[in-house]
Structure formats: C-alpha cells, structure tokens
C-alpha cells in the first residue's frame, strides 16, 4: 500500500543528497547566464536570473528520489512553476516533449504532460537557501513524481518540441519518462 509517507518501490533514505555532475562542475557568471525558453512556442523568452526572482510563486516540500535507490526526504523547494513558464511562452499545438539542456551540456527529456505537472518548478532555492553551485546554481528542474537524473541542474535551455530526441541517461538506456511510483527506470 501506498501511504503518504511511503517511499517509492526500490528507495531508501538517505539523510543528504549525494552530488553528481557526471559532465563536470560548470562554470556559471550570474550576470550573463540567461534562461532560454525555446522550441515550438508561439513566445520564446530569455530570462535574467533577477526576472525569475521576481515571479518565485511556488514552494512545497517534497522527497528527492535518484534512479540508483537514494532517496531525500522533506527537501523545501522553491521556485517558479513550470506552468507559469509554459503560459508565457505558449507552446504550439503537437508539442508532445520538453528537451533541457544545461550549461556542462547535460540534456534530459521530459514528456510534455509531466512537465505540466501542478508540482513541475524550476527551483531557485531548496531548504531555505539559494542553490549551491554545486546544486545546480542559478536553476534547476524538479519535479517530484519523476527520477532525479530528470531534475537537471544548471539550466540554460528549456526547448519545447514535437519530436522525441533522448537525452544524456536516456541515450544509456534510461526512460524516457521516469515515472518514480511506476518505477519507469529504463526502456
Ligand atoms: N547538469 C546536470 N544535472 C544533473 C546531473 C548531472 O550530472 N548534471 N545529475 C542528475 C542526477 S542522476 C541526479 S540523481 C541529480 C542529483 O542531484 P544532486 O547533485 O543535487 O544530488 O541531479 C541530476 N541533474
Ligand atoms: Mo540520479
């Protein structure tokens, strides 16, 4: 049974996250790092990281749950809401995926339906505080029914597309979607 306090099938808890960067640390300059907004959108956008302070409109506390077993209980997230992303850029009929591409290069790719998720944020700070560079400083993707290798840190780029394209795991095998309560870890 499902409680609400369960962890999804095959996690365990571990008190803090462990830190990946399978492409490295990049190097991030806030002044000239921009958040793209792009693809089949009738708006794209670019974002300072200043205008997305001044529309944060969501936070909530969730777990964190990585496809290797490890699991983050209660982490605080804060943000804007994908959805306040997608209203602004607007994306064209047919868009079916989400494409992110980040600064070190990592991509993932996300479908459309559970990038509209009510919980999808692109997170500016977890438990209180800005995020570390190593956490993925200026923003990063969470949303909290998918697999962590899903909640791409350092974001440069979010690209709305009508094909599916894999990202870095999803070229390895991983899901295309990433569902944790389905445990929709690989292909
Ligand atoms: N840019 C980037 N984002 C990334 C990764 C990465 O290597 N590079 N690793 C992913 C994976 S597999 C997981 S589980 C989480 C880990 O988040 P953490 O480093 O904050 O613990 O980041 C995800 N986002
Ligand atoms: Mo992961």
Redesign the pocket.
């Known amino acids: 049974m499902r409680g609400p306090d369960s962890l999804p099938p095959g996690q365990r808890a571990v008190p803090n996250?462990?830190?990946?960067?399978?492409?490295g640390q990049p190097e991030v300059d806030i002044n000239s790092w921009r958040l793209r907004v792009l693809g089949d959108v009738s708006k794209p956008l670019t974002y300072a990281y200043e205008d997305l302070l001044k529309i944060v409109d969501t936070s909530y506390v969730s777990d964190f749950h990585?496809?290797t077993g490890w699991s983050v209980r209660g982490v605080v997230w804060e943000g804007v809401s994908l959805r306040k992303l997608v209203m602004e850029a607007q994306p064209l009929k047919g868009v079916e995926w989400v494409y992110v591409r980040?600064l070190?290069k990592?991509t993932t790719v996300i479908p459309y339906e559970d990038f509209l998720d009510e919980r999808g944020i692109l997170a500016l700070r977890i438990n209180g505080r800005p995020l570390s560079l190593?956490?993925?400083f200026p923003a990063?993707i969470f949303i909290p029914h998918l697999y962590?290798?899903k909640?791409?840190?350092?974001v440069a780029e979010i690209i709305f597309t009508k094909e599916y394209k894999d990202g870095y795991?999803e070229a390895l095998g991983y899901h295309s979607r990433g569902n944790v309560w389905r445990e929709e870890r690989f292909k």
């Open positions: 996250f462990i830190i990946y960067r399978i492409l990585c496809v980040s070190d990592y190593e956490q993925g990063r962590g290798w909640s791409a840190k350092w795991w």
